[in-house]
Protein backbone atom coordinates (compact mmCIF):
# COMPACT_ATOMS: atom_id res chain seq x y z
CA UNK A 1 0.00 0.00 0.00
CA UNK A 2 2.87 2.36 0.59
CA UNK A 3 4.34 1.82 -2.64
CA UNK A 4 1.07 2.30 -4.21
CA UNK A 5 1.01 5.59 -2.43
CA UNK A 6 4.27 6.60 -3.00
CA UNK A 7 3.94 6.01 -7.00
CA UNK A 8 0.80 7.74 -7.06
CA UNK A 9 2.45 10.57 -5.54
CA UNK A 10 5.72 10.90 -7.17
CA UNK A 11 4.80 9.30 -10.44
CA UNK A 12 2.03 8.97 -13.11
CA UNK A 13 1.69 5.86 -14.89
CA UNK A 14 1.74 6.52 -19.08
CA UNK A 15 2.01 3.74 -21.57
CA UNK A 16 3.32 1.37 -19.04
CA UNK A 17 6.37 4.04 -18.71
CA UNK A 18 6.49 6.36 -15.60
CA UNK A 19 6.61 10.07 -16.05
CA UNK A 20 7.12 12.05 -13.03
CA UNK A 21 4.85 15.21 -12.10
CA UNK A 22 7.65 17.53 -13.28
CA UNK A 23 8.15 15.96 -16.41
CA UNK A 24 3.89 16.41 -16.43
CA UNK A 25 4.71 19.78 -16.26
CA UNK A 26 7.23 20.38 -18.43
CA UNK A 27 5.23 18.97 -20.96
CA UNK A 28 2.49 21.29 -20.39
CA UNK A 29 4.78 24.29 -20.75
CA UNK A 30 5.83 23.07 -23.86
CA UNK A 31 2.78 22.76 -25.43
CA UNK A 32 1.76 25.72 -23.95
CA UNK A 33 5.45 27.48 -25.44
CA UNK A 34 4.68 25.82 -29.39
CA UNK A 35 0.91 27.29 -29.38
CA UNK A 36 2.26 30.82 -28.19
CA UNK A 37 5.04 30.24 -31.33
CA UNK A 38 2.01 29.81 -33.56
CA UNK A 39 0.94 32.88 -32.47
CA UNK A 40 3.82 34.68 -32.73
CA UNK A 41 3.95 32.82 -36.08
CA UNK A 42 0.92 34.67 -37.28
CA UNK A 43 1.37 37.50 -36.25
CA UNK A 44 4.83 37.98 -37.83
CA UNK A 45 3.39 36.77 -41.03
CA UNK A 46 0.76 39.33 -40.76
CA UNK A 47 3.30 42.66 -41.18
CA UNK A 48 2.41 44.31 -43.78
CA UNK A 49 6.00 45.02 -44.88
CA UNK A 50 4.73 45.97 -48.49
CA UNK A 51 2.74 49.20 -47.19
CA UNK A 52 5.35 49.57 -44.38
CA UNK A 53 8.10 49.94 -46.68
CA UNK A 54 6.35 51.33 -49.60
CA UNK A 55 5.16 54.51 -47.67
CA UNK A 56 8.72 54.85 -45.71
CA UNK A 57 10.53 54.76 -48.74
CA UNK A 58 8.50 56.19 -51.54
CA UNK A 59 5.70 57.73 -49.76
CA UNK A 60 3.32 55.01 -51.66
CA UNK A 61 0.51 52.72 -50.28
CA UNK A 62 0.88 49.99 -52.96
CA UNK A 63 -2.59 49.04 -52.51
CA UNK A 64 -3.73 51.97 -54.10
CA UNK A 65 -1.47 51.05 -57.21
CA UNK A 66 -1.84 47.96 -60.29
CA UNK A 67 -3.60 45.27 -58.63
CA UNK A 68 -3.88 46.69 -55.24
CA UNK A 69 -2.32 43.36 -53.45
CA UNK A 70 0.33 43.72 -51.28
CA UNK A 71 2.54 41.63 -52.44
CA UNK A 72 5.83 41.32 -54.09
CA UNK A 73 4.98 41.12 -57.67
CA UNK A 74 2.60 44.24 -57.20
CA UNK A 75 5.57 46.25 -55.29
CA UNK A 76 8.48 45.13 -57.20
CA UNK A 77 6.35 46.76 -60.16
CA UNK A 78 4.99 50.23 -58.84
CA UNK A 79 7.68 50.63 -56.09
CA UNK A 80 10.90 49.68 -58.11
CA UNK A 81 13.00 46.43 -58.03
CA UNK A 82 14.83 47.58 -54.98
CA UNK A 83 12.34 48.34 -52.73
CA UNK A 84 10.50 45.82 -53.97
CA UNK A 85 13.24 42.58 -53.39
CA UNK A 86 13.66 44.42 -50.33
CA UNK A 87 10.08 43.03 -48.88
CA UNK A 88 9.95 40.01 -51.23
CA UNK A 89 13.39 39.34 -48.49
CA UNK A 90 10.77 40.58 -45.88
CA UNK A 91 7.94 38.27 -46.65
CA UNK A 92 10.34 35.42 -47.11
CA UNK A 93 11.31 35.71 -43.46
CA UNK A 94 7.97 35.19 -42.39
CA UNK A 95 8.44 31.61 -43.33
CA UNK A 96 11.67 31.31 -43.00
CA UNK A 97 13.22 32.36 -40.03
CA UNK A 98 11.02 30.68 -37.49
CA UNK A 99 11.62 27.10 -39.45
CA UNK A 100 15.26 27.91 -39.42
CA UNK A 101 15.42 28.74 -36.46
CA UNK A 102 13.85 25.33 -35.06
CA UNK A 103 15.72 23.11 -38.31
CA UNK A 104 18.67 24.09 -36.68
CA UNK A 105 17.88 23.40 -32.66
CA UNK A 106 17.63 27.42 -32.10
CA UNK A 107 13.85 26.60 -30.84
CA UNK A 108 13.23 23.80 -29.62
CA UNK A 109 9.53 21.95 -30.47
CA UNK A 110 8.39 18.70 -29.78
CA UNK A 111 4.84 18.38 -30.09
CA UNK A 112 4.01 20.30 -33.73
CA UNK A 113 5.46 19.58 -37.35
CA UNK A 114 7.88 22.11 -38.19
CA UNK A 115 5.88 23.10 -41.64
CA UNK A 116 2.98 23.69 -39.55
CA UNK A 117 4.64 27.08 -37.98
CA UNK A 118 5.96 28.38 -41.33
CA UNK A 119 2.70 27.81 -42.84
CA UNK A 120 0.49 29.61 -40.13
CA UNK A 121 3.07 32.48 -40.96
CA UNK A 122 1.95 31.95 -45.12
CA UNK A 123 -1.43 32.12 -43.87
CA UNK A 124 -0.72 35.38 -41.64
CA UNK A 125 0.57 36.72 -44.56
CA UNK A 126 -2.37 35.96 -47.01
CA UNK A 127 -4.81 37.22 -44.08
CA UNK A 128 -3.29 39.92 -42.40
CA UNK A 129 -4.59 40.80 -38.92
CA UNK A 130 -3.09 44.21 -39.55
CA UNK A 131 -4.67 45.33 -42.75
CA UNK A 132 -8.10 44.15 -42.74
CA UNK A 133 -6.85 40.45 -43.17
CA UNK A 134 -6.29 41.02 -46.43
CA UNK A 135 -2.55 40.52 -47.62
CA UNK A 136 -0.05 38.68 -50.51
CA UNK A 137 -0.51 35.92 -52.24
CA UNK A 138 1.71 33.27 -50.45
CA UNK A 139 4.61 33.60 -52.72
CA UNK A 140 7.71 34.79 -50.80
CA UNK A 141 6.53 33.82 -47.74
CA UNK A 142 6.14 30.01 -48.70
CA UNK A 143 9.41 30.09 -50.29
CA UNK A 144 10.66 31.71 -47.00
CA UNK A 145 9.97 28.36 -45.31
CA UNK A 146 10.74 26.03 -47.77
CA UNK A 147 14.47 27.25 -47.95
CA UNK A 148 14.43 27.21 -43.85
CA UNK A 149 13.17 23.24 -44.77
CA UNK A 150 15.08 22.21 -47.38
CA UNK A 151 17.35 24.29 -49.09
CA UNK A 152 17.80 22.02 -52.53
CA UNK A 153 13.92 22.46 -53.03
CA UNK A 154 14.13 26.13 -52.75
CA UNK A 155 16.94 26.22 -55.32
CA UNK A 156 15.13 24.11 -57.79
CA UNK A 157 11.65 25.98 -56.80
CA UNK A 158 13.52 29.35 -57.81
CA UNK A 159 15.01 27.57 -61.32
CA UNK A 160 11.15 26.06 -62.39
CA UNK A 161 9.60 29.47 -61.45
CA UNK A 162 12.07 31.32 -63.68
CA UNK A 163 11.66 28.31 -66.23
CA UNK A 164 8.11 28.91 -66.03
CA UNK A 165 7.61 32.23 -66.02
CA UNK A 166 9.67 32.22 -69.30
CA UNK A 167 8.02 29.98 -70.89
CA UNK A 168 4.90 31.19 -70.70
CA UNK A 169 5.46 34.97 -69.79
CA UNK A 170 3.27 35.24 -66.88
CA UNK A 171 4.73 35.48 -63.12
CA UNK A 172 1.36 33.91 -61.92
CA UNK A 173 2.02 30.89 -63.35
CA UNK A 174 5.22 30.22 -62.52
CA UNK A 175 4.62 31.29 -58.80
CA UNK A 176 1.90 28.40 -58.90
CA UNK A 177 4.33 26.25 -60.08
CA UNK A 178 6.61 26.60 -57.27
CA UNK A 179 4.06 24.33 -54.90
CA UNK A 180 3.94 21.90 -57.54
CA UNK A 181 7.26 21.40 -57.92
CA UNK A 182 8.35 21.08 -53.66
CA UNK A 183 5.33 18.19 -53.74
CA UNK A 184 7.14 16.23 -56.20
CA UNK A 185 10.23 16.73 -54.29
CA UNK A 186 9.10 15.71 -51.08
CA UNK A 187 7.80 12.13 -52.65
CA UNK A 188 11.13 12.11 -54.56
CA UNK A 189 13.66 12.61 -51.40
CA UNK A 190 10.93 10.00 -49.38
CA UNK A 191 11.07 7.13 -52.63
CA UNK A 192 15.28 7.37 -53.06
CA UNK A 193 16.35 8.35 -49.13
CA UNK A 194 17.75 11.59 -50.31
CA UNK A 195 20.14 13.31 -47.43
CA UNK A 196 22.44 15.46 -49.42
CA UNK A 197 22.99 18.68 -46.51
CA UNK A 198 22.29 17.77 -42.98
CA UNK A 199 20.19 19.79 -41.36
CA UNK A 200 19.32 21.76 -44.22
CA UNK A 201 18.04 18.62 -46.52
CA UNK A 202 15.11 17.55 -44.92
CA UNK A 203 12.31 15.44 -46.36
CA UNK A 204 12.02 12.20 -44.86
CA UNK A 205 8.59 11.61 -44.36
CA UNK A 206 6.65 13.10 -47.07
CA UNK A 207 3.20 11.44 -45.34
CA UNK A 208 3.28 14.31 -42.49
CA UNK A 209 4.75 16.94 -45.22
CA UNK A 210 2.78 16.23 -47.46
CA UNK A 211 -1.24 17.62 -45.81
CA UNK A 212 1.02 21.13 -45.20
CA UNK A 213 2.27 21.26 -48.62
CA UNK A 214 -0.83 20.65 -50.55
CA UNK A 215 -2.24 22.72 -48.16
CA UNK A 216 0.40 25.91 -49.40
CA UNK A 217 -0.99 24.84 -52.90
CA UNK A 218 -3.94 25.17 -52.94
CA UNK A 219 -3.88 28.57 -50.97
CA UNK A 220 -1.13 30.00 -53.27
CA UNK A 221 -3.66 28.36 -56.34
CA UNK A 222 -6.59 30.50 -54.63
CA UNK A 223 -4.47 33.32 -54.43
CA UNK A 224 -4.28 33.18 -58.07
CA UNK A 225 -7.55 32.75 -59.09
CA UNK A 226 -8.44 35.96 -60.63
CA UNK A 227 -4.81 36.18 -62.37
CA UNK A 228 -5.87 33.04 -64.12
CA UNK A 229 -9.38 34.51 -64.78
CA UNK A 230 -7.20 37.36 -66.61
CA UNK A 231 -4.59 34.71 -68.57
CA UNK A 232 -8.27 33.35 -69.65
CA UNK A 233 -9.60 36.81 -71.17
CA UNK A 234 -5.87 37.33 -72.41
CA UNK A 235 -5.69 40.49 -70.36
CA UNK A 236 -3.15 39.21 -67.31
CA UNK A 237 0.26 41.46 -67.23
CA UNK A 238 3.26 39.69 -68.88
CA UNK A 239 7.12 39.81 -68.36
CA UNK A 240 9.16 41.38 -71.33
CA UNK A 241 12.10 38.89 -70.86
Not at 47 to 68: L, Q, T, Y
Not at 137 to 166: H, P, Q
Amino acid sequence: MKSKKMCKFIFVCYNDSYITEMEWIFMGSQLIFEIVLLVLAYLFGSIPFSIIFGKWFKGIDVRDHGSGNPGGTNSIRHLGRKVGFLIVFFDGLKGGLIVLLMRTGLIHVEYMPILAFGVIAAIGHVYSIFIGLRGGKAVASTMGLITGFNVIWAAIAVITFFIVTKITKYVSVGSTSIPIIIIILSVIWQVFDINLIPYFDQGKYFLFELPFLIFIMLLIFWRHKENYKKISKGIENKVTW
